[in-house]
T-cell receptor
Framework: EADIYQTPRYLVIGTGKKITLECSQT?????MYWYQQDPGMELHLIHY???????EKGDLSSESTVSRIRTEHFPLTLESARPSHTSQYLC??????????????FGPGTRLTVL | GQQVMQIPQYQHVQEGEDFTTYCNSS?????IQWYKQRPGGHPVFLIQ?????EVKKQKRLTFQFGEAKKNSSLHITATQTTDVGTYFC???????????FGKGTTLSVSS
């Protein structure tokens, strides 16, 4: 079982609130990712990181921000939540190799509802 | 940019029937991965294919990587209700870059 954790699992908040979704992994993986996924739909990469102090934007434009101060921790922050941010947010991690992409381990996800 | 297309989007089968989902990339891939997401769950890694023409089997699941490394397929023989979920392919075209996920094929199985 993959050791990657996300909190909270479920969050219902009002418009305009600032929120931080937590993601931690104990596998020592250098690469971490945030995906956004609506129910039954595809995964959209919104942020990723190659390691400490590295953050990159993904394919889907997002109003969220991320930080990577420690290897094991990759929090995602929304400064002012809106109903359009309602979705599931999945965190993932993987080893970093020069030989190509490797298996990604996904956390259980945070289901966010913005009223 | 690179695109990974997956068909069909949905498939319903009777238990015992076979099922196949296909994945096509607009560019040559360095490798392709397959994931399964159960309803309400998160994606779980199934397998990675790296070599041109590679075929790998996991019990009733057969994974294939095309000769040109631009397409892949997942075939399930004699589906069971436990096979229900969404199957995603994901590819990368350069070493170390992020994976590009297909839109997934959602499989439903009736007994």
């Amino acid at each position: 079982e993959a050791d990657i954790y996300q909190t909270p699992r479920y969050l219902v908040i009002g418009t305009g609130k600032k929120i931080t979704l937590e993601c931690s992994q104990t596998m020592g993986h250098d690469k971490m990712y945030w995906y956004q996924q609506d129910p039954g739909m595809e995964l959209h990469l919104i942020h990723y990181s190659y390691g400490v102090n590295s953050t990159e934007k993904g394919d889907l434009s997002s109003e969220s921000t991320v930080s990577r101060i420690r290897t094991e921790h990759f929090p995602l922050t929304l400064e002012s939540a809106r109903p359009s941010h309602t979705s599931q947010y999945l965190c993932a991690s993987s080893e970093y190799t020069l030989s190509g992409a490797v298996e990604q381990f996904f956390g259980p996800g945070t289901r966010l509802t913005v009223l | 940019g690179q695109q990974v297309m997956q068909i069909p989007q949905y498939q319903h089968v009777q238990e015992g029937e076979d099922f196949t989902t296909y994945c096509n990339s607009s560019t040559t891939l360095s490798n392709i991965q397959w994931y399964k997401q159960r309803p309400g769950g998160h994606p779980v890694f199934l397998i990675q294919l790296v070599k041109s023409g590679e075929v790998k089997k996991q019990k009733r699941l057969t994974f294939q990587f095309g000769e040109a490394k631009k397409n892949s397929s997942l075939h399930i023989t004699a589906t069971q209700t436990t096979d229900v979920g969404t199957y995603f392919c994901a590819g990368s075209n350069q070493a170390g870059t992020a994976l590009i996920f297909g839109k997934g094929t959602t499989l439903s199985v009736s007994s």
